[in-house]
């Protein structure tokens, strides 16, 4: 069982940046690939990026390449999302994910083995 707690969303102005962690518990952590996906008011839930159990592996969706960097310390159970340059579009709220499997994040269909409850990020222009 990993359960995911995310924090460090708030309030930023356009071209602000901000840094999401996800902490999770559980002596497997990881070993799980990790991601992040966004659900802006009234869209559906899109990907953002995923990150293999190693590091070694990263992907992130075109609307965030060059802006957004995720990142891991298995040491301390944590996962980041580095987000640069924002813009009033990547508002929503963002949702920290866990599977065992990369390919299953990196697909974003949904799914997956764990979810947080998310943290709210909004960019004002």
């Known amino acids: 069982q990993v359960q995911l707690v995310e924090s460090g969303g708030g309030l930023v102005q356009a071209g602000g940046s901000l840094r999401l962690s996800c902490a999770g518990s559980?002596?497997?952590?990881?070993?799980?690939?990790m991601g992040w996906f966004r659900q802006a008011a009234g869209k559906e839930r899109e990907f953002v990026a995923a990150?293999?159990?190693?590091?070694?592996?990263?992907n992130h969706a075109d609307s965030v390449k060059g802006r957004f960097t995720i990142s891991r310390d298995n040491a301390k159970n944590t996962v980041y999302l580095q987000m640069n340059s924002l813009k009033p579009e990547d508002t929503a709220v963002y949702y920290c994910?866990?599977?065992?499997?990369?390919?299953?994040?990196?697909?974003?269909?949904?799914?997956?083995?764990?979810w947080g409850k998310g943290t709210l990020v909004t960019v004002s222009s």
């Open positions: 990150i293999s159990w190693s590091g070694g592996s990263t």
């Open positions: 559980g002596r497997t952590f990881s070993s799980y690939a």
């Open positions: 994910v866990a599977d065992k499997f990369y390919r299953t994040v990196v697909a974003g269909t949904g799914g997956m083995d764990y």
